[in-house]
């Protein structure tokens, strides 16, 4: 069983949420609290994924939330009422694990809890919309060929490896490289390891960007 915990100031959502998921044979409910500091001061128990609302009432920051929650070991989902692409994006950023709005049914909330306790990003149509109209300064414009060798590499691929399936030699893969380096630095998002260019890979959605065959 994936053990869940809700951070929400909805009462009502806080109230059913036990009730609505007591069917799952997946997930079960073990921690609920209004605040990120409430939780984080409360938590008695191991949890596996942190389901944490956008805007809390209290009025902190939706990445600082994340962030504090990440900070503390845990992987986070993030949900909102309404889609903000901004701060969809922001909190991606700050390392929560997936973004979708309240309106998507228990199966799809469900299916992306799943997702991140497995270490992995929950995609969803309203993080790619986020994505797609991200469009500041801070999300550097990357050529075709440096946005292929970068998801190669950074994905596990060798550097000789992505030099190969992109058909050009290994130091021409190398300053492709070199450049997105660059251009994440211009924008004062640093990328020197192979870890940090994962990260940006996470971060900007380009991953889902290749699928989706956008630009």
């Not at 270490?119 to 060929?145: C, H, I, N, T, V």
């Not at 994905?155 to 450049?179: P, Q």
């Not at 889902?208 to 956008?214: F, V, Y």
Request: proline share 3%; no cysteine.
């Amino acid at each position: 069983m994936i053990r869940v915990a809700f951070i929400d100031d909805d009462r009502m959502l806080l109230d059913g949420i036990g009730s609505w998921l007591a069917g799952s044979n997946a997930l079960t409910v073990v921690a609920k609290a209004h605040t990120v500091a409430e939780f984080l001061e409360s938590l008695s128990v191991e949890v596996d994924v942190v389901v944490l609302d956008l805007f809390l009432a209290d009025g902190s920051d939706p990445a600082d939330n994340v962030a504090n929650l990440v900070e503390a070991g845990h992987k986070v989902l993030v949900v909102s009422v309404t889609p903000q692409a901004t701060h969809g994006i922001d909190v991606v950023r700050a390392g929560a694990s997936g973004y979708l709005t309240k309106d998507n049914d228990l199966a799809t909330l469900t299916s992306a809890i799943e997702v991140v306790a497995a270490g992995e990003m929950a995609y969803s149509p309203e993080l790619a919309f986020a994505w797609a109209r991200d469009d500041r300064p801070s999300k550097p414009r990357l050529s075709p060929q440096e946005r292929a060798v970068l998801l190669d590499y950074a994905t596990g691929l060798t550097l000789e490896v992505a030099a190969r399936r992109a058909g050009v030699k290994t130091s021409t893969a190398k300053s492709y490289l070199d450049r997105v380096k660059m251009k994440y630095a211009q924008v004062g998002r640093p990328a020197t390891t192979k870890l940090d260019l994962a990260t940006r890979v996470r971060e900007d959605g380009l991953h889902r960007d290749a699928r989706s065959g956008s630009e």
